[in-house]
């Protein structure tokens, strides 16, 4: 029976994709449910399995990096089809005895399948994954086994015969070298990456942008997190973060001024009642903003375990487009990369977003004395043409009144 692999549907608004690779070849004999490609649309990347055993073919206009409409047909897979028997060897001779079989390297089986996050940088780096020792479940290979590997030797090239004595003197190189402007290479962009850049650009192009900034004391909510972090990690099986504390605090100042929970529809403005919380996630591919929805219902420690599920599945390319979908504010963190100030940009169409940055110990002035506190710039980005200044700085010294007051944010007062 041949069945057609058609490229799904992978959400609203998406017509097409790319194909980022295949992980299997035209010819192969595939299992049930093993990955055959990996697909790249403008939000995410998904992963396109068989739905049965067969063997695949490849249709003309689908290799690697095509762009393919969603629904389109990209393979074959011929379930009838049977493994692909060996080569007959040649017939023995009288007496003689077979070679012995080379010997399959102990972790071939378990590295038969690797991750798309595992694959792509065994292709960048050029390795062989039978050498690699996996650290993973049933000595699978992760992330961090490739990124440690490095490329095979390759054996040194047979020295050149000698050449004749030459009868002229050699040139003597100038000064300044040999030119290196063909040192260089075009790589095309990932589709996730052109839309990044579409994005940005249509946020900076459409939206009066406006940064507003202001400072919080993190003494309290540091001497908080030190007090209750091991007994939240012992009941809750992870650890806790600052994140968590401003997503509430940001939840609490949305419902205050609702325009910044609000965006502009053609001439309309859009309200939003419900708090749907973008959370920056950098990724191999990009940088991408996944949605904790209606993050208002959650708990600090439901927040915080939404925040690591999505930064797992951005590490793992596991991000869906129902992940990245419904957002309606989102918060940036350049604090974990050492960002001290920043300008964030909009993810547009969402009105502002908070930008965090990192805690450092810095002399403030505290009932007429200098003391040394941990400090942490904020900065809040926002669309003028629906957000008025008065609004943008009432709504970040909301946050800094929360954060620096965290019993009070956590008692919802």
Request: glycine residues 8%; neutral net charge; proline residues 7%.
């Amino acid at each position: 029976m041949k069945q057609e692999i058609k490229v799904p549907a992978v959400g609203e608004s998406i017509t097409e994709a790319t194909i980022g690779s295949w992980t299997k070849k035209s010819g192969e004999f595939v299992k049930r449910n093993e990955v055959l490609m990996l697909l790249e649309t403008d939000k995410a990347s998904v992963e396109v399995v068989a739905e049965n055993d067969g063997v695949l073919t490849i249709l003309p206009g689908s290799e690697n990096g095509a762009v393919v409409q969603i629904g389109a047909t990209v393979a074959i897979l011929d379930t009838e089809g049977k493994p692909t028997a060996t080569a007959d060897a040649p017939a023995e001779t009288k007496g003689s005895i077979p070679p012995p079989p080379a010997a399959a390297p102990a972790n071939a089986g378990a590295n038969a399948h690797l991750s798309p996050a595992v694959q792509r940088i065994v292709s960048e780096k050029n390795l062989d994954p039978s050498t690699i020792q996996g650290t993973g479940k049933d000595g699978r290979l992760t992330k961090g086994d490739v990124l440690d590997a490095k490329p095979a030797a390759q054996k040194p090239p047979a020295p050149p015969a000698a050449a004749p004595a030459p009868t002229t003197p050699k040139a003597v190189p100038t000064a300044t070298g040999p030119s290196r402007q063909g040192d260089k290479k075009l790589v095309a962009m990932t589709t996730i990456r052109k839309r990044i850049a579409e994005r940005l650009k249509e946020a900076q192009n459409t939206a009066a942008l406006l940064t507003t900034f202001n400072e919080i004391d993190m003494s309290k909510v540091m001497d908080l997190r030190a007090k209750y972090k091991d007994k939240f990690k012992d009941k809750f099986g992870l650890s806790l973060g600052f994140n968590g504390f401003f997503v509430k605090a940001a939840i609490e100042a949305l419902k205050e001024y609702p325009a910044v929970n609000a965006w502009i529809t053609g001439t309309d403005i859009e309200y939003h009642n419900y708090y749907n919380i973008g959370i920056a996630v950098s990724t191999d591919k990009g940088l991408m903003v996944p949605v904790i929805k209606d993050a208002d219902t959650l708990s600090l420690a439901g927040i915080e375990l939404a925040i690591r599920n999505l930064a797992l599945k951005g590490r793992d390319g596991k991000i869906s487009p129902d992940d990245l979908s419904g957002g309606t504010f989102s918060v940036t963190n350049g604090g974990v990369f050492g960002s001290l100030l920043s300008t964030p940009i909009l993810n547009y169409p969402q009105s502002a977003i908070l930008g965090l940055h990192k805690i450092e110990d810095r002399p403030v002035a505290i009932n007429g004395k200098v003391e040394i506190r941990p400090m942490m710039y904020v900065a809040m980005t926002y669309d003028h043409r629906i957000i008025d200044g008065k609004e943008a700085v009432s709504f970040l010294v909301k946050i800094k009144e929360l954060v620096e007051d965290p019993e009070r944010l956590l008692l919802e007062i």
